[in-house]
Structures are given as C-alpha cells and as structure tokens.
C-alpha cells in the first residue's frame, strides 16, 4: 500500500510540473539520436496521462523533425491548455513569425508568468524596439535583465546593447563587450559581429 501511495504521490508531481528529468534525458537522447518515431511513442503515454511538457514535446517533434507545422501547432495548444509554459512560448514564436504582434505579446506574456525565460528575453526585445508595445527602455530592462540573469543569449546581447547606446542605462562600452562575448558565446550572431566592430 505504501509504495502504491508514494508512486500516486510521484505522478501526481510529474504531472502538475512536467516531464521527469529522467524521462526528458531519454526523450532529448531519442531526439538526438534522431530516433524521433521512437520519441513520440515515448512521449504520447506521458501526454495522454496529462503531462503537459510531454504534450508541448510532441508539438516539438511534429513541427521541427517530422515537419508537420499544423500537427505541431495542434499539440503545441494542447500544452497551452495544460499550462505549459513552453508550449506558450513556442506558440509566442510561431504569432510573432505571422506578424501577429498583438497575440505574440498577449502569449509570450502567459509563458512569462509561467516562468519562461526566453518569453521574458522576447517581451524584453519587443518593448526595447517597439514591436507592439510602445518603446519603453525601462520596460524592456526589466525583463531583458531577468533573463539575461539566466544566461540568455539573445536577453545578454540585448543588454549589451542598452549599455552601447545608453538606452534606460548609462553608456558603459566595457560593460556592452562582456555582455555581447557572453552573448556570443551562447550562439547569438548579432553579438558575434558587435564584438567585431568595438
């Protein structure tokens, strides 16, 4: 009866906040491994039982590896439902490429909530160029600086460019190159070619 209670009690948590870390090294092994039929049937038990990472993983595999963009979306709304916060996130991303600014905020904005850290490194960037939100520097910082807290590329690239062009900050030249060779070391092509010309 005890074991019968701490498995319940086990599900229970993997379904109220996701995958197992267990259960993601094997599907991110399945992913790699480019044994992605495999990783779907792995996965689809854990979304049927109400996973809601499980479910934003299957929309993953259907839009990138088997290149189904509707199927993905699709799964991807499932794990909306289920409050996945990157399941939002990936839907974020998928309105922001339609230009459908408004609901690419109203999005990224839930994954936020949820605790994305990649939704806060893109409403950063939208407020600090103007994309939907009214350009606001201050804005932008807060969330540009909590994510580049986490060591997001594109948030520390961001950042970098607030200290070149004193944008909510005061310019600091030295400050803008530490934060773009972070940034380019975390893949970030922009801040690649900024380190070229400072």
């Known amino acids: 009866m005890k074991k019968t209670v701490m498995a319940l009690c086990a599900f229970a948590i993997t379904t109220a906040f996701g995958i197992s870390d267990s259960d993601y090294n094997k599907f991110d092994t399945l992913d790699e491994s480019g044994r992605y039929k495999e990783a779907l049937a792995f ?5 049927e039982a109400g996973d809601g990472r499980a479910t934003t993983l299957i929309g993953y595999l259907y839009e ?3 290149d ?4 993905g979306i699709k799964w991807y709304k499932k794990g909306m439902e289920l409050n996945d916060s990157l399941a939002y996130k990936n839907m974020g991303w998928i309105y922001y490429l339609m230009r459908d600014y408004k609901l690419a905020a109203k999005t990224y904005e839930k994954a936020s909530d949820l605790g994305n850290v990649q939704a806060d490194a ?3 960037n939208m407020y600090l160029n103007g994309i939907y939100y009214t350009r606001d520097y201050k804005k932008a910082l807060v969330y540009i600086q909590r994510a580049a807290e986490k060591n997001n590329a594109q948030a520390l690239t961001d950042l970098a460019i607030c200290y070149e062009n004193s944008y909510g900050v005061a310019r600091d030249l030295n400050k803008a190159r530490e934060l773009y060779r972070r940034g380019a ?6 801040a690649q070619k900024a380190l070229g010309r400072l």
């Open 122 to 124: 893109m409403i950063g």
């Open 64 to 66: 990138v590896r088997f």
């Open 68 to 71: 189904s963009y509707g199927e």
């Open 185 to 190: 070391a975390g893949g970030n092509e922009y």
């Open 43 to 47: 996965l689809k038990p854990l979304a």
